[in-house]
């Protein structure tokens, strides 16, 4: 064997080598962050951990940290504030119509592949009215003629075609970003017109769209999310509880589902309330929010 047919060998086995050590210590990290699986003879442990859907919930609550305490907590939400502070309601009110004007293509595609063609009508109405009467999306009159905004993804496709959300998985920077959404998120940039536009090109406009886009939402919610912090027992448990209710509430379109309404049928309708008992000695008075208390979620 000759001196650079050696070489080569080694360097083959040195890149294998290091291929199966990092396969390996993906591995080691993946299965030291699965969640602890409950005794499968502690029936509301084993309910509550199905139910939670979060097999690497180790490994998302560390991402968690990172973005709350790191990027939202250093950057995001200061960056928030002061554009909250600085801007004026109409000019933060135009940028929101601009970039949802922008988003009419995706939106559009995806009334269309889940055969809402009321929806996809309004779509197209909302688009042209606000391009021409709303200067360019800057303003929204479409609204208050009638043409209510709708929002629609991929993601939402997917599950009106029997796509299960799958596992719940957070990432750093997107957030929550389950299977379905993952993936709902990654073709929508095929839907998007802008993506081509700006294809093999230096321009800063769509990693400025993205951030913009991120800061006014911070900006739009920074008194929702400082609320639920401070009233919830488990800040993360409760924010992916949020992510999907929301998430359902837009599959479904705003229509509640009475399969997933709480069941009541085991209510006493003819328990007889005793008049002469006062009021005060039959409820305990809770303590007011406005009092400091934890009130939970």
């Avoid at 080694?10 to 993906?26: E, K, N």
């Avoid at 180790?58 to 909250?84: E, H, S, W």
């Avoid at 002469?276 to 009092?291: M, Y």
Wanted: hydrophobic residues 40%.
């Amino acid at each position: 064997m000759n001196t650079k047919a050696a070489n080569t060998k080694d360097i083959s086995q040195a890149g294998m080598s290091g291929t199966s050590l990092v396969v390996v210590v993906a591995i080691a990290l993946t299965l030291g962050a699965c969640a602890t699986r409950p005794d499968p003879g502690d029936q509301p442990a084993v309910a509550a951990y199905q139910e939670a859907n979060d097999p690497i919930e180790p490994l998302n609550r560390y991402f968690f940290a990172v973005n709350d305490q790191l990027l939202d907590g250093l950057i995001l939400k200061p960056a928030a504030q002061g554009y909250d502070a600085v801007l004026p309601r109409v000019a933060k009110d135009s940028i929101r119509h601009f970039l949802d004007n922008l988003r009419t293509p995706v939106i559009l595609v995806n009334d269309v592949l889940q055969g809402e063609w009321d929806r996809a009508g309004t779509t197209i109405t909302r688009f042209g009215i606000n391009s021409t009467a709303g200067v360019g999306g800057l303003l929204d009159p479409a609204t208050d003629w009638g043409y209510a905004r709708h929002g629609e993804d991929f993601g939402q496709t997917l599950a009106v075609w029997g796509t299960g959300e799958g596992p719940y998985v957070y990432l750093p920077l997107l957030g929550p970003a389950p299977p379905r959404d993952l993936a709902g998120f990654v073709v929508d940039q095929a839907f998007d017109p802008l993506t081509y536009v700006f294809w093999n090109s230096d321009s800063i406009i769509p990693t400025a769209r993205f951030a913009i886009n991120g800061l006014d939402l911070r900006a739009r919610n920074l008194g929702t999310l400082d609320e639920i912090e401070r009233t919830s027992v488990d800040y993360y448990a409760a924010l992916r509880s949020l992510y999907r209710q929301s998430r359902n509430n837009e599959i479904a379109n705003g229509t509640i589902d009475p399969n997933r309404l709480p069941d009541i049928s085991d209510i006493d309708y003819d328990y007889e309330f005793d008049a002469e008992t006062p009021a005060n000695d039959a409820i305990e008075t809770q303590p007011s929010p406005a009092s400091g208390q934890n009130t939970g979620i």
